[in-house]
């Protein structure tokens, strides 16, 4: 677990970005060929929250996730989890292409949003706000709900990698 928190943080360092790089864009969404299901992000006591949702593309263009934004958080970025020479860790990434049609699914063990030092107290129940921005400058604002692990999988077995 060590390890895994050195790797994260190391990734964390080398892509840090202020959240309030893109408030002044237009803070609409300038499209409806991408969709958005299942937000939620599990609540946890840590300064470090993951973020899930699943995106699909039904333009007949390829677009590209370039930043993400929330204002209940200080950063956030898009992380993958990866296993390297059998030891599980994370990667930032700086951009996300989704091909025309294609489904992304932000889940655990996989692709996730890792949003950084929350401005508020959160708990069960809060609804976040999360702005993606693409490359294209089209831009897809949602709501993230606040959710026990208990309340969206209906047990507590499902353990995230930052607890
Ligand atoms: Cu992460």
């Keep these: 677990m060590r390890a895994l928190l050195a790797v994260c943080t190391f990734a964390i360092s080398l892509a840090m970005t ?16 991408l969709t958005i ?13 993951a973020g899930y949702f699943t995106l699909t593309n ?10 993400v934004m929330s204002s209940a958080f200080e950063s956030v970025e898009i ?9 599980a860790g994370m990667e930032a990434l700086d951009r996300l292409s989704i091909s ?15 949003m950084q030092k929350p401005k508020r107290r959160l708990g ?23 959710k026990t692990r208990r309340a969206k999988y209906g047990s507590a077995s499902h353990e995230g990698h930052h607890e």
């Design 37 to 49: 299901a299942d937000a939620w992000q599990p609540d946890a006591p840590s300064l470090v929250r």
């Design 124 to 146: 069960e129940g809060d609804h976040i706000d999360v702005a993606l921005v693409f490359g294209n400058g089209a831009t897809k604002s949602f709501t993230m709900p606040v």
């Design 79 to 87: 992380h993958r989890s990866v296993v390297v020479e059998g030891i």
């Design 58 to 67: 039904t333009s007949s263009e390829e677009v590209t996730l370039v930043e």
């Design 18 to 33: 202020p959240w309030v790089s893109g408030a002044d864009r237009e803070d609409v969404d300038s499209t409806s060929e």
């Design 100 to 114: 025309p049609g294609e489904t992304v699914k932000f889940e655990p063990e996989s692709l996730h949003l890792m």
